[in-house]
């Protein structure tokens, strides 16, 4: 992967064939420590404790029900390469939690990239799935949620091009004030 | 700053030109390759050019949908394409500029672009 908003997409496509009904990204970047945070939190079928001991191993794969292939295995080496981590939270019928470490000096460490690209992808395509993007540096914190923007859209549907084109900018423009533009 | 209340004019527009495009149904469909290999090759800057074509041209009949790997990660972004009475076409190596021209020239027109076709690629 290029860079880390293509993994979130990935695993959030992961998240979604598990029959996840919403999807919360928290990224906390601490630029002092010089490291970043990143948390997908899924409410989907959860894995057991079998499932989530080979769910790092990239030849395993349940494939018939896509839930796992070279998504987590690719996250991880990509954490891991910046000297961070990647822990894998689940339970069955409860729902699936990934923590990644990164660290942002690291000359492997991947940009971020560009989220907004990466939830005006999954908005579009899985217009029945809640998305939550959560998006904090030292001081500054910007939210998106996709219930208080089907609230305001009443029956328009969500996934709108007209709509989904606001989004991308409506996040783009909330990261770009993270990092102490306009 | 961008507010959330500028959703309330989003709304209002795109109610608007719902309505213009109600009357069309049964349009061409649009399949991406979003698995793990797709996205890692540039699918999603592919999906986001369809959608901006779309957008832009107000192709109400036309639906964008996702699917799986396909077993051939080599070749992607891969991108399906079928018009209505007419056989699927398959699109290797998709780029957002290829998105344009297919959508120009084979979803409003009719003419498939051969050359980036899985045909001319093999």
């Known amino acids: 992967m290029e860079d880390i908003s293509l993994h979130l997409l990935d695993l959030a496509q992961n998240s979604i064939a598990a029959g996840a009904t919403l999807v919360e990204f928290y990224i906390r970047e601490l630029l002092k420590e ?60 409860e729902g699936t939690t990934l923590l990644a470490l990164f660290y942002t000096r690291h000359i492997d ?73 306009a | 700053m961008k507010s959330l209340k500028e959703l309330e004019e989003i709304k209002q527009r795109t109610l608007d030109s719902v309505n213009l495009r109600k009357e069309r149904t049964g349009g061409t469909r649009v399949v991406v390759g979003m698995a793990t290999c797709g996205i890692a090759a540039g699918a999603r800057p592919v999906l986001l050019a369809f959608l901006e074509e779309v957008k832009k041209r107000n192709l ?42 297919v959508v120009a020239e084979h979803i409003v027109n009719g003419h498939v672009v051969t050359e980036y076709t899985i045909g001319a690629a093999e």
Request: charged share 25%; glycine share 10%; with cysteine.
């Open chain 1, 34 to 93: 010089g490291c970043m945070w990143l948390k997908i939190r899924d409410n989907g079928k959860g894995m057991d404790e079998h499932q989530l001991n080979q769910v790092s191993d990239p030849f395993y794969t349940t494939r018939t029900s896509r839930k796992v292939g070279l998504g987590i295995p690719l996250f991880r080496a990509s954490a891991e390469a910046t000297g961070g981590s990647l822990q894998v939270m689940s339970r069955k019928h």
């Open chain 1, 109 to 181: 460490c991947l940009p971020l990239g560009r989220p907004e690209e990466t939830l005006a992808t999954l908005i579009f395509l899985n217009p029945e799935v809640n998305f939550v993007y959560n998006h904090e540096t030292p001081g500054r914190q910007f939210r998106f949620d996709t219930r208080e923007a089907r609230e305001i859209l009443g029956k328009v549907n969500i996934a709108d091009p007209i709509v989904v084109d606001w989004i991308r900018e409506y996040i783009r423009n909330g990261i770009e004030e993270l990092n102490g533009g």
């Open chain 2, 60 to 101: 109400g009949d036309v639906t964008v949908s996702q699917t799986g790997c396909i077993g051939v990660c080599r070749l992607e972004p891969m991108v399906e394409v079928t018009r209505p009475g007419e056989e699927k076409v398959t699109y290797v190596k998709m780029t957002a500029d290829k998105v344009k021209r």
